[in-house]
């Protein structure tokens, strides 16, 4: 399905989705991680679910980046569920990395791995029965990330990238509980993004460019934010997130880069 600036109907009914997933299988979200249900007249819709899939593609593949990174092993051997719909593969390349500096970042990316991790629990509870399986992912497509500067690099491109893929998909949810826990985990990445890219700043790291709407941090770019010249966030839309993982932005492509096999569910096609 190729995404663009369509408006919801007319972005599912091109890829044939409408009403095509059973929404009965849903679990309830849980506000904050351990609150009460959402409101039954408020559970993800069919739109919804292909747009969490195509979000929960994404985390898995933040998730295992940081896990392996700084743990060395896989979100599987660390116990966060990868099982679903969809053709299940196994992670590939990455490695633990030394992240040492004169302000350690070690600790802050402890953190963040701990949040991704955490955020792929959330968009599986959110999605139920519906949630997809992890893809294959290989951490290793865009070269081996095997010094802090190789790791700091990634790290930004995937926080830039995944926060713009939020600000991209908010206006076709229709279920507020999914558009509210979506715009949790936004606000979350944007700290993420903020760290990586002044750390790109105070290291002299800099940063490879993502795409045209890529906003580069100083000693790449001059700008501490990734705005525009209305101060406002960064969007791309998922065909846009798609050729980034893919590394390749022919309409069409289906998989490479990070996800050799593909993405799994309806939202998987630049």
């Not at 849903?26 to 919804?48: I, W």
């Not at 992670?91 to 350690?104: K, M, N, P, R, S």
């Not at 700290?191 to 990586?196: F, L, W």
């Amino acid at each position: 399905m190729k995404c663009t600036d369509l408006s919801r109907r007319q972005l599912l009914t091109r890829a044939g989705v409408l009403g095509a997933v059973a929404v009965g299988g849903m679990v309830p979200l849980l506000a904050a991680a351990g609150g009460s249900p959402q409101a039954a007249s408020d559970v993800p819709t069919s739109s919804d679910i292909d747009i969490l899939n195509f979000l929960l593609n994404l985390k898995y593949l933040q998730a295992e980046f940081y896990t392996k990174a700084t743990t060395g092993l896989t979100l599987a051997e660390v116990g966060v569920p990868i099982s679903g719909v969809g053709n299940a593969g196994s992670t590939t390349g990455g490695q633990a990395v030394q992240l040492t500096f004169a302000d350690d970042p070690r600790d802050i990316a402890v953190q963040i791995a701990r949040d991704e991790q955490r955020h792929v629990r959330v968009l599986r509870t959110l999605l139920g029965a519906n949630a997809i399986a992890k893809p294959e992912i290989n951490l290793d497509a865009l070269g081996l990330v095997s010094s802090l500067k190789l790791f700091m690099w990634r790290a930004r491109q995937l926080e830039d990238l995944g926060l713009s893929a939020y600000d991209g998909v908010a206006s076709l949810f229709e279920s507020k509980s999914a558009l509210g826990a979506a715009i949790r985990i936004a606000l979350v990445e944007g700290q993420h993004t903020g760290y990586m890219r002044f750390f790109a700043f105070i290291t002299g790291f800099g940063s490879p460019i993502i795409d045209s709407h890529d906003v580069l941090p100083p000693t790449s770019g001059s700008k501490f934010f990734s705005d525009d010249n209305l101060s406002l966030a960064v969007v791309r839309t998922p065909s846009e997130v798609l050729a980034f993982l893919y590394h390749n932005n022919a309409s069409g492509t289906m998989s490479g880069g990070y996800f050799p096999q593909g993405v799994n569910g309806t939202i998987n096609t630049v």
